[in-house]
């Protein structure tokens, strides 16, 4: 412990050999508590310093976290503005396969009357070969009944008259047909009718598959194969149509194959291009924001 300082009068009093002593006892308490001092001024200047190299360190880290935050900022903006885009495109899907399956249900429709129609037309040009066939088997058994088995010629020549030149009035009346002639003609005109309608009930069936099986594909993958449709389509409206008589002169199914595809209206063409060229923009704009 350190001895107490001598009062004034103390000092006043001592020799000056020990005022002396005295002085230099505070000169080197003085001279301790400026080392003292500086020592600690320099742990505060050291602490100053790690001090400022944190805040340094700190300050990079957050400027580095703002700009990530900017970077996240804008990403979620970016997948906000591509979720609405997707949003929007689905919606215009929808729309475009509920126009697109309406349109295909009144193609249906329509091909199905035209169906009906040619089915009505086809039953009439039955009944006029029917018809003629019949008139054909008369007039070949009338021609048969009126020629002469020994020498070729026509039994009517030989009752004519001689006067006049009229012909006899036996030969005016008709005579019925022999009964197995009579009998047999109802079951040829019904196998007729049954073989005219079995073609034309397979021909019906196999095209309004290929509607149904386009109309599924439609509804199940409308966006797929745009590009090869529309040239299919375009192809199809170059195809040149298949005479009526195709039908009725037993055509082999695969004569009747090409002509089976459903050529698709131009308002569908025009709305598959239009999403083509939207769906490219859209990935040209994704790869400028990548």
């Not at 001092?37 to 360190?57: F, T």
């Not at 397979?202 to 099986?213: A, H, K, M, S, T």
Request: charged fraction near 30%; proline fraction near 5%; charge should be neutral.
């Amino acid at each position: 412990m350190a001895a107490p300082r001598p009062s004034d009068e103390e000092l006043l009093r001592s020799p000056p050999q020990e005022m002396l002593r005295w002085l230099h006892k505070a000169e080197a308490e003085n001279l301790k508590v400026m080392m003292d001092h500086g020592a600690m001024m320099r742990e505060v200047n050291r602490r100053m310093q790690v001090h400022l190299m944190e805040i340094r360190s700190l300050r990079e880290v957050n400027e580095r976290l703002q700009r990530d935050s900017e970077e996240l900022r804008d990403l979620c903006c970016f997948l906000d503005d591509d979720r609405q885009k997707g949003r929007k495109l689905a919606r215009e899907w929808q729309r475009f396969g509920r126009y697109t399956a309406s349109v295909m249900r009144q193609e249906v429709a329509a091909y199905q009357g035209k169906l009906r129609g040619l089915d009505i037309r086809q039953q009439d040009l039955l009944r006029d070969n029917l018809q003629l066939k019949e008139l054909c088997l008369y007039l070949d058994q009338e021609r048969n009944r009126h020629t002469c088995p020994n020498c070729g010629g026509s039994l009517l020549e030989s009752r004519r008259d001689d006067g006049d030149g009229s012909s006899s009035s036996a030969t005016n009346q008709e005579s019925p047909l022999p009964p197995s002639v009579e009998d047999g003609r109802p079951i040829a005109i019904e196998e007729a009718i049954h073989r005219h309608r079995t073609v034309i009930n397979e021909q019906v069936l196999r095209y309004i598959r290929n509607l149904e099986r386009r109309v599924q594909v439609l509804e199940m993958k409308p966006g797929q194969n745009s590009v090869e449709e529309a040239a299919d389509s375009r192809r199809g409206e170059r195809r040149p149509a298949l005479p009526y008589q195709g039908l009725t002169n037993g055509s082999s199914s695969s004569d009747l194959e090409p002509y089976l595809g459903v050529a698709r209206p131009e308002a569908v063409v025009h709305a598959m291009k239009v999403l083509e060229v939207r769906e490219q923009l859209d990935k040209n704009h994704i790869q400028v924001y990548a």
